[in-house]
């Protein structure tokens, strides 16, 4: 069965990546692009996995993840892609409950081997 992946970023581009990257590995996608839009995905839905940037319109990252956790969601892995490095992003967003961190320009291989890492 193909695992779905709901990719969360307010830049076009960088959902367009995103999303050839993920299909070339054989994923659906379903795309959103900031926090608000990806709860509106999220009711009635449940993907494998959720990609989400830190600093986005509406909702960032971290609200995302704290009100994904926060509704009792916590079989699905979240992963934060962002150009943001620091430490202290990296555990507000293992505090709100995110899974795994990867820095943006991502690398297709990199990416892969961090989906396949947190998806059983």
Same mark, same amino acid.
């Given at each position: 069965?193909t695992k779905?992946i709901l990719?969360?970023? !307010?830049s076009p $581009?960088m @959902?367009?990546l995103l @999303?050839a990257?993920?299909?070339?590995?054989?994923y659906d996608?379903? =795309?959103? *692009? !900031?926090?608000?839009?990806?709860?509106e995905?999220? =009711?009635?839905?449940?993907?494998?996995?959720?990609?989400?940037d830190i600093?986005? %319109?509406?909702l !960032?990252g971290f609200?995302?993840? *704290?009100?994904v956790?926060?509704?009792?969601?916590? =079989?699905m892995p979240?992963?934060?892609?962002t150009t943001e490095? $620091? !430490? *202290?992003?990296?555990?507000r967003a293992r +505090?709100?409950?995110?899974?795994?961190?990867?820095v943006? %320009?991502f690398h297709? *291989?990199k990416?892969a081997? +961090?989906?396949r @890492?947190v998806?059983?």
């Amino acid at each position: 069965m193909t695992k779905t992946i709901l990719t969360v970023d !307010d830049s076009p $581009s960088m @959902r367009m990546l995103l @999303r050839a990257a993920l299909t070339d590995l054989g994923y659906d996608i379903v =795309e959103a *692009e !900031d926090g608000v839009h990806a709860l509106e995905k999220l =009711e009635g839905n449940q993907p494998d996995l959720l990609i989400t940037d830190i600093n986005m %319109p509406r909702l !960032d990252g971290f609200g995302l993840i *704290e009100t994904v956790r926060g509704k009792g969601c916590t =079989e699905m892995p979240i992963l934060v892609l962002t150009t943001e490095s $620091s !430490d *202290e992003k990296k555990q507000r967003a293992r +505090a709100a409950g995110a899974t795994g961190w990867i820095v943006k %320009p991502f690398h297709p *291989e990199k990416l892969a081997v +961090a989906i396949r @890492r947190v998806l059983h």
